[in-house]
């Protein structure tokens, strides 16, 4: 491949040649605007809806390889962190940039540990809503309400408020998330224990009934260490665009990520996990597959948990979820759904429909499968994703806020609608 990192381009409207310059793979928008750019016309701009072959940002969090199938957390193989880290500590990483020394995760698990208890006036705002209220509502509004309680958030670039802000949220999201359970069931909501772990805490205040201290198997906090890291961040997906493009307007934090909540609230993307579990409830039976197959084939319906815009081969996430799948089974017994599911993923993976558009088991497909398997319902999945996510798209809100490449985001459209219309009064266009 020759030296000449640019591109020659002709504008065949006028004869003009252009030298647009390739850094990083890419072309500069602004570049491609210099081609017909004249006193009366500004120029090409690039079309491309969902983004699908355009990159917002510069960013140093998550590496993707879709192609292989790789995940890297600041350069460390997921698989690696899945097995040997924890979630605060991949928080860190993620947030920080680096891992944290002894003293650094001693002092950042002290600090999560001690900021999980939420303002009593947000217990009475999630008492307010409706008995069967959606989990993921109820997290959406109390997060943005968080943004009420601390003002001062929003001098986000004061790196002591900012470190703040984020201590808390990483710390309140399974508060909150819990609390939001407890309301669906109708139950107390459960306090924060300080002497439990992250993920031991979160299950304390998820199933604690009356007895003195809730004991989590630790089988199960483990399996919910590898699901918070396998969901803590995932590059420029739906939810992180939304987080940064808010962002990009200098709100605080928690109004930045409550938009990212919104996002991942959709069934195309966190919401999956959700659709996976009553999707395999409505096959109900194995011999109801071919059916159902047919049903996706006939574009009726998606398979849901399958197919993903960036891995093409497989997720290397649902690889190690698959793991955990056992692990989880082994103290709460097979889900009946696994079958369903095995064979459903079997079938798939062997049907030229699915292979030739290069469909396969994304981290939504099995996670479900866990969640039910630990007693959540399917309202709580994409909490469950929400919380770890947090993390991730802090992470990726901080790299936003010290971008002095980024500015509000305002993309540009292609007008389609009427112009210079004369407008008639009501009483005119009434009257005939
Ligand atoms: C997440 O981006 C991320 O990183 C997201 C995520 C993260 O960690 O943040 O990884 C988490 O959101 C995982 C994805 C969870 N969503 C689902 O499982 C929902 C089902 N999957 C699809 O809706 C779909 O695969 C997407 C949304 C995930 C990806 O969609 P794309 O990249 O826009 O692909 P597409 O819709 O253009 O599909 C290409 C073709 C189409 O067929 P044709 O029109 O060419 O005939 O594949 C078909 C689609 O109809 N297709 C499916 C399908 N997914 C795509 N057909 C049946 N079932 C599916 N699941």
Redesign the pocket.
């Known amino acids: 491949m020759t030296e000449n990192q640019s591109l020659t381009v002709r504008d065949n409207r006028t004869g003009e040649e252009y030298e647009l310059d390739i850094t990083d793979g890419t072309v500069r928008a602004g570049d491609i605007g210099k081609i017909g750019k004249t006193d009366d016309d500004p120029g090409l701009a690039v079309y491309d809806p969902?983004f699908t072959n355009t990159a917002s940002t510069r960013s140093a969090v998550t590496y993707i390889d879709g192609e292989k199938g790789i995940l890297e957390y600041r350069g460390y193989p997921i698989e690696q962190l899945a097995e040997h880290s924890t979630f605060l500590e991949v928080a860190y990483l993620l947030i920080h940039g680096e891992l944290p020394t002894k003293e650094q995760h001693d002092e950042w698990v002290h600090e999560i540990t001690f900021h999980t208890f939420v303002h009593e006036n947000l217990k009475s705002l999630m008492q307010g809503f409706r008995y069967d209220a959606h989990p993921m509502g109820m997290l959406l509004s109390s997060v943005g309400a968080l943004s009420t309680f601390y003002p001062e958030a929003r001098a986000i670039s004061d790196p002591d408020i900012r470190h703040e802000q984020i201590v808390r949220m990483i710390a309140k999201m399974p508060t909150l998330g819990a609390w939001a359970f407890r309301h669906a069931q109708g139950k107390p909501y459960v306090y924060p224990d300080n002497n439990l772990s992250y993920t031991e805490n979160f299950l304390s205040m998820l199933f604690k009934m009356s007895e003195q201290e809730y004991n989590p198997d630790p089988r199960l906090s483990k399996a919910l260490e590898v699901l918070f890291i396998l969901?803590a961040d995932?590059?420029q997906?739906?939810?992180t665009n939304a987080v940064r493009s808010v962002g990009s307007s200098q709100v605080d934090p928690y109004s930045a990520v409550t938009s990212g909540i919104a996002a991942l609230y959709g069934?195309?993307?966190?919401g999956?996990n959700e659709?996976v579990l009553k999707m395999l409830r409505r096959i109900g039976t194995v011999d109801k597959i071919p059916e159902f197959i047919e049903g996706?084939k006939n574009g009726d319906e998606?398979?849901?948990?399958?197919?993903?815009?960036?891995y093409k081969n497989f997720d290397p996430r649902a690889t190690i979820i698959k793991k955990a799948v056992d692990d989880v089974f082994e103290v709460t017994g097979v889900s009946p759904l696994l079958e369903i599911a095995q064979e459903l993923e079997r079938i798939a993976l062997e049907d030229d429909y699915f292979v030739s558009?290069k469909?396969y088991p994304?981290?939504?497909f099995y996670s479900g499968l866990i969640y039910e398997a630990l007693q959540f319902p399917p309202e709580m999945f994409t909490v469950l994703f929400a919380i770890p996510r947090t993390a991730g798209w802090l992470a990726q809100w901080i790299e936003l806020v010290d971008d002095k490449e980024q500015k509000i985001a305002r993309p540009k459209q292609i007008y389609t609608g009427d112009r210079q219309l004369d407008f008639v009064p009501a009483a005119e266009r009434w009257a005939k």
Do not use: I
């Open positions: 969902a969901h995932h590059e997906n739906c939810s069934p195309l993307h966190g999956a659709a996706v998606k398979l849901m948990g399958f197919g993903h815009r960036v558009r469909l994304n981290v939504d």
